[in-house]
């Protein structure tokens, strides 16, 4: 653009870009990867499902990963991202990357056959984030499926993360409590999280494990240069800037996605629906349903008593 942004477009839809984009970009590596080190230890095994600009591979190679795994259907989304690598800092060419070009699903059932590659499949991953393109492009739906959550489930490590982009725009309510039903019905442990408080973009997280967070490591996991310098071109500075993202955990996620559909591959009704909402504006609709179930991320557990003031200080301001 004009003013020097760039932005990749998939058949004229843009699907990443160096400005509005980037915080959600950025965050959909950085967010899973801090939980998992506030948890219990950094990740050494990551997978993202959806290369597009890089950005999200460069912010997940900021953190001391051993391997990152990125899966990208597109050979030409390949070639484009190149373009980016003044923003993605040439991930595609740092020795812990390997580019699959392939399918997802495929991936997370056969794997890529080599030597880590466990019996019947990929390899177990400590953190997978998926970033497919809006659910109503043609062909994406199926990557908001219970099948497809629960395949990314059986890919993890005991403890491992998936997080799961969703849209808060162009997206009816129903479609995105239908979404979050149908991530909530695989992972027993769940947390929605957003860019900004004006919605836009969510991120799901999932687990096997209850979702604990220890202050000390996480502020340790940031701290480190790379990430600290990453996490500041987003403007997250502290934990309480990470953990202002928190919208709701288990409790007020089976309140909120109580009786929505459940998508399976099967009865994809997803797969018609979202497209009928392309041009609605549904934003304000998603943040009015939304605002029931936030709480205040000083409940999160295992974070002390400073940080659980300094977000309650927060949140009071926010409201």
């Known amino acids: 653009s ?22 959600t970009q950025a965050l959909t590596a950085h967010l899973p990867l801090l939980l998992h080190a506030a948890a219990s230890e950094p990740a050494a095994r990551v997978l993202v499902i959806g290369l597009g600009s890089g950005i999200t591979a460069a912010a997940a190679l900021t953190h001391p990963v051993g391997s990152l795994h990125v899966v990208e259907i597109s050979p030409e989304v390949v070639e ?10 040439g991930a595609l060419r740092d020795p812990r990357t390997t580019l699959l070009i392939r399918d997802a699903r495929a991936h997370l059932l056969f794997g890529d056959g080599g030597p880590h590659t466990a019996p019947g499949g990929a390899p177990p991953y400590d953190v997978i984030a998926s970033q497919p393109s809006n659910p109503w492009v043609a062909g994406q739906a199926i990557l ?12 993890l490590a005991p403890g491992g993360l998936m997080c799961q982009w969703l849209q808060g725009q162009g997206l009816a309510p129903e479609d995105f409590r239908s979404i979050v039903a149908t991530f909530a019905s695989v992972y027993t442990n769940v947390s929605l999280w957003e860019e900004s408080t004006s919605g836009g973009d969510y991120l799901l997280v999932g687990s096997d494990r209850p ?3 220890d202050a000390l490591r996480l502020a340790g996991a940031m701290a480190r240069p790379e990430v600290a310098a990453d996490l500041a071109r987003i403007e997250v500075i502290s934990p309480a800037d990470l953990l202002t993202h928190f ?23 997803l797969e018609f629906t979202a497209p ?11 943040l009015r349903i939304l605002e029931p179930i936030r709480t205040d991320p000083a409940r999160l557990a295992g974070i002390g008593t400073s940080l659980a003031t300094d977000l309650s200080r927060r949140a009071r301001i926010a409201r």
Do not use: C, P, Y
């Not at 484009?80 to 800092?89: D, G, I, K, P």
């Not at 908001?144 to 890919?155: I, K, N, P, V, Y």
């Open 2 to 23: 004009r003013d020097g942004l760039l932005s990749l477009q998939v058949n004229g839809k843009t699907d990443a870009s160096t400005g509005g984009d980037l915080k």
């Open 80 to 89: 484009a991202a190149r373009l980016f690598e003044e923003a993605n800092r």
């Open 144 to 155: 908001f499926t219970q099948e497809f959550f629960s395949l990314a489930r059986e890919r």
């Open 211 to 213: 979702f604990a967070i």
């Open 247 to 269: 919208v709701a955990g288990d409790d007020e996620i089976d309140r909120f996605a109580r009786d929505a559909i459940v998508q399976t591959e099967d009865r994809l009704a």
């Open 276 to 286: 009928a909402a392309i041009h609605r504006e549904t934003l304000g609709a998603i």
